[in-house]
């Protein structure tokens, strides 16, 4: 995992993903939370930023404590064994946290969980009260009939338990207003609007107070609630304070909570919203503590117009998913073709369709023409030829690949190089400026079909045998736009962008006006990046 090194001038980002359950395997929605958090976290750092990564499991509940027993056995050996399956999923897809906290750290979250209910409740924020209602286990949350369909709920195919006890409640009540507030001034963003709009809808109809433990006698897995062993923390409640347990919140070593916490982002999908756009501020202001700054909220992810599901065998399975295409792929897939601003629709006959045009033909094939093309014509050195040179095979990009914005660019007579710094660049910023992935992706994939185009233009392969110094002056147009191009993957393919960078002799290291000073390449072929995929029946 990687550490970040200490450091208090630059700018502070950090960053969190929600934290999965543990009772079941990591789905392809988790994969998507977690590599869309990672390349979030890679553009900051690439900007400079001092970037604070967390993600983490949520361990505790009735959920978990029942998955255990179902597999007869013990629970806190369950949740090692299944949390083992996240990190596995991390490590598989390249995601590297900071750190990844799990709620059943006696030493490391529970403090933190511990202090939060303690300073809720010194603000007298906490009562006893009775709870007469319904409980859906899934969710691990209290429903009401209005949640449930002919008494079911939808998500979980089950009717909810019916429970009445003793309860500590929290008085969210009293938060509503200053929370509505808070995120309607913009101090506490909510994105998309969309779902700003939804959280404000729901703190219009009227908020109540929250219970917020169970009795221990049937609920004992989880955190006690200080000074009354009797009660068991509510789940949401004891999960919630992850964001800040993880940063020392609680304990005499906080200076990562002092340096990082208000949290930049909290990445979170459409389901778990309201827990963090209601209840966790409203946590934090009882607990005196400053509010997030955006809860950025993602769709899901179906499949074949239906929400995946094991009785309908469309469940996406992403370790299956990486072992077949590998990790650079699945995440290609999902920062790419998986919009976090609305649901999107995976199948895995369409993944097949993208990893073939877009990757095996398009960035692998591109990468290893030009470099086929360099190492037998120019024994793999191209050299920076003169401008007057360059501006004889132009960049004529053609006018269907570029869309009506930016007609107005003297596209066609201009270099690669121009293009890419005038037009990809700035788009791509604008689309990261609004953490629209997958258009920043997609403006990268767009610059490789316009390199691809620049080929069939020119015919190099032909030309070689006619004017060698134009070839030479293609290819380096070429060269040093696929070199463009791997910068601008650094966030979303890590290791394709360290490959093609080594396949055109630079490192990923370099300033801007290096690349701009670069005057030449020395290219070796490598092995192939995206290997053509049989797709096996079934798949
Ligand atoms: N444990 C809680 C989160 C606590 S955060 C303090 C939880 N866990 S979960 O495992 O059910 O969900 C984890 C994340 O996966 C959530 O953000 C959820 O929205 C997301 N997804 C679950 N199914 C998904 C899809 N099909 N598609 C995309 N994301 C999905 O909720």
Not at 93 to 100: A, F, H, Q, T, Y
């Amino acid at each position: 995992m990687a550490v970040s090194p200490p450091s208090t001038c630059m700018p502070k980002f950090y960053i969190t993903t929600s934290i999965p359950y543990v009772n079941a395997p990591p789905h392809i929605g988790h994969a998507l939370e977690f590599v869309a958090a990672d390349a979030m976290a890679r553009w900051h750092r690439a900007e400079g930023d001092d970037v604070f990564f967390l993600t983490g499991t949520d361990e505790h509940g009735a959920k978990i404590a029942r998955a255990a027993e179902t597999a007869g056995k013990d629970t806190r050996a369950f949740v090692n064994e299944t949390s083992q399956h996240f990190r596995d999923l991390l490590d598989r897809l390249s995601v590297m946290p900071d750190d990844m906290i799990r709620t059943s750290d006696t030493e490391r979250h529970w403090p933190g969980a511990i202090e939060m209910w303690k300073r809720m409740a010194l603000r007298g924020d906490i009562y006893k009260g009775m709870y007469k209602g319904l409980y859906c286990v899934g969710h691990e949350a209290f429903v009401t009939e209005k949640d449930l369909k002919n008494g079911v709920c939808e998500d979980h195919g089950k009717a909810p338990e019916y429970i009445e006890e003793e309860n500590y409640f929290f008085k969210l009540s009293e938060y509503a207003e200053e929370v509505k507030r808070q995120i309607e001034e913009g101090y506490l963003k909510v994105v998309p609007r969309t779902r700003a709009n939804e959280v404000l809808a729901f703190l219009a109809g009227g908020v109540e107070d929250i219970s917020f433990s169970r009795p221990a006698k049937d609920i004992p897995w989880g955190i006690p609630v200080p000074e009354d062993e009797s009660s068991t923390m509510y789940v949401w409640c004891d999960a919630l304070s992850n964001y800040v347990s993880a940063l020392g919140f609680g304990t005499s070593s906080d200076e990562r909570m002092r340096r990082y916490w208000p949290c930049d982002i909290h990445l979170v999908g459409k389901d778990i919203a309201r827990f963090h756009a209601v209840i966790w501020p409203a946590m934090l202001l009882s607990a005196g503590l400053p509010l997030p700054k955006k809860i950025f909220v993602h769709g899901f992810i179906h499949s074949g117009g239906k929400k995946m599901s094991k009785t309908l065998g469309n469940v996406i399975d992403p370790f299956s998913l990486i072992d077949t295409y590998g990790t650079e792929a699945v995440r290609y897939i999902l920062l790419g073709h998986v919009s976090l601003f609305a649901d999107s629709d995976l199948t895995l006959d369409r993944i097949h369709e993208l990893y073939t045009a877009h990757l095996a033909n398009g960035i692998g094939n591109l990468v290893s023409r030009v470099s086929a093309m360099a190492a037998q014509y120019f024994e793999g050195e191209i050299t920076r030829p003169s401008d007057a040179l360059l501006a004889s095979v132009p960049f004529k990009s053609d006018i269907d690949l570029i869309d009506a914005r930016d007609r107005d660019l003297k596209v066609g007579g201009v270099t690669a190089e121009w293009f890419i710094r005038e037009n990809t660049i700035p788009r791509y910023r604008a689309a990261w400026n609004e953490y629209k992935l997958d258009e920043a992706l997609q403006e990268v994939m767009r610059l490789f079909r316009l390199l691809d185009r620049y080929i069939q233009d020119y015919e190099p392969f032909k030309l070689i045998k006619i004017d060698r110094e134009k070839t030479q002056a293609i290819l380096w147009s070429l060269v040093s736009g696929i070199h463009r191009v791997s910068r601008l993957l650094i966030p979303f393919l890590p290791e394709t962008a360290a490959a093609i960078a080594s396949a055109v002799g630079v490192s990923l290291d370099q300033t801007d006006e290096a690349v701009e000073k670069q005057t030449v390449y020395a290219i070796t072929r490598g092995e192939p990046l995206f290997p053509r995929i049989e797709k096996r029946d079934g798949k």
